[in-house]
């Protein structure tokens, strides 16, 4: 029987050892053109990886299952604590060797290692949805710390009574989206609020949006990608204005974007002025799209913030906290408030590496 775990196991091997040997040929051909054989070398480097990784399990695989064996009928004390200890040993390394496999077979979302902007919004239940809006951007607060990452407040809407319209947090650190990014959705409270006077229980949410912090991005601009006119500037400027090819038109032609510069009697000073004013537009179009993107990610990840809608729901009476996208209930809704999140956010987390485990051998082996 296989010591592999299920995941592996389950993966076709032999199909991988026959592409591999497949790009292997087709990498000797003489006329792969240069982008093709980039794309081919990538897949073969990955293959090559994978595929050395999984003879090393097999091989400890193979050793494990003979110490095991040995062990078995061994009637010496002093040799049976020996190959205990190489049992250990040998286990310990296929479980290494196993966990550095799966991150090349199931790797990750790429954008999970990014800084994250959280935003927090008052949703149904007027003030109570406030306060429980203060109360989530104190638990993601406490609870960046615990993982050594760093929080902060990027904008605030504050009430009247201490909560919040609307709050943004900028969280900092390793993998804050891969551990936050579930979080987004319609999080619902039942509780007595402070303003109600006859005790009843409440019911109000706040939604949760999670967006990965972009890349810092420099508009290095391919020459290339250019056309630079010349030509006799006009209007006021001195003796010199209209007599040399100083003014400068730069169009981008990827994007269509068009500037010109005449101010300077230098041609090469327009030209640098120019290419300022493009590089400024071109950032400006960047950030705009970006934007509207965030807006069409929000849009999605909470809905219409309704009460039927939910994503968790804290059950202050109870001191109950059910996360349902995880299906997961725990009697700690005190501890969990004071930032403790790990025990709601590891089953999520466990579950997306489950469903990247299918997404991967339904589609590739």
């Given at each position: ?32 053109d240069?982008k ?70 199931f ?29 989530l ?91 630079i ?23 981008h ?23 300022k ?10 950030k ?31 001191n ?28 999520l ?17």
């Amino acid at each position: 029987m296989s010591l592999l775990s299920e995941g592996l196991a389950a993966v076709s091997w032999d199909k991988l050892e026959a592409r591999y040997a497949s790009l292997s040929e087709e990498l000797l051909s003489p006329t792969l053109d240069s982008k093709k054989r980039s794309t081919l070398q990538k897949e073969f480097s990955h293959l090559s990886e994978l595929l050395g990784l999984y003879k090393a399990i097999i091989q400890l695989e193979a050793e494990l299952s003979g110490v095991i064996a040995q062990k078995a009928e061994s009637t010496d004390v002093e040799y049976t604590a020996l190959l205990e200890e190489e049992e250990v040993s040998l286990s310990r390394q296929m479980h290494e060797q196993g966990f550095e496999l799966e991150k090349l077979l199931f790797p990750p979302d790429e954008l999970d290692n990014r800084s994250i902007f959280l935003e927090i919004r008052a949703g149904t239940g007027g003030q109570e949805a406030a306060l429980f809006a203060g109360d989530l951007a104190r638990m993601y607060m406490l609870y960046a710390p615990k993982k050594q990452w760093r929080a902060s407040i990027a904008s605030e809407s504050p009430t009247d009574l201490g909560g919040f319209r609307d709050i943004v947090l900028h969280i900092e650190g390793k993998n804050v989206f891969g551990y936050l990014k579930h979080e987004a959705g319609v999080h619902r409270v039942q509780r007595v609020p402070s303003t109600e006077t006859a005790g009843r229980i409440h019911t109000s949410t706040a939604t949760i949006a999670v967006f990965p912090e972009a890349e810092e991005v420099e508009f290095t601009i391919n020459p290339n990608d250019l056309r630079i006119d010349v030509y006799r500037a006009s209007g006021a400027g001195g003796q010199h204005v209209n007599t040399t090819d100083s003014a400068v038109r730069i169009t981008h032609i990827p994007t269509g974007v068009v500037v010109a510069c005449q101010d300077e009697r230098s041609q090469h000073k327009n030209k640098a002025k120019a290419l300022k004013e493009l590089q400024s537009r071109l950032y400006s179009s960047h950030k705009e799209k970006q934007e509207a993107e965030m807006s069409a990610q929000r849009k999605e990840q909470v809905g219409s913030a309704t009460r039927s809608e939910k994503a968790r729901t804290y059950n202050y009476p109870q001191n109950r906290i059910t996360d349902h996208n995880a299906d997961i209930t725990l009697n700690k809704l005190d501890i969990i408030m004071e930032g403790n999140l790990d025990d709601i956010l590891e089953p999520l987390m466990k579950k997306d590496l489950e469903e990247r485990r299918k997404r991967a051998l339904s589609s590739t082996f």
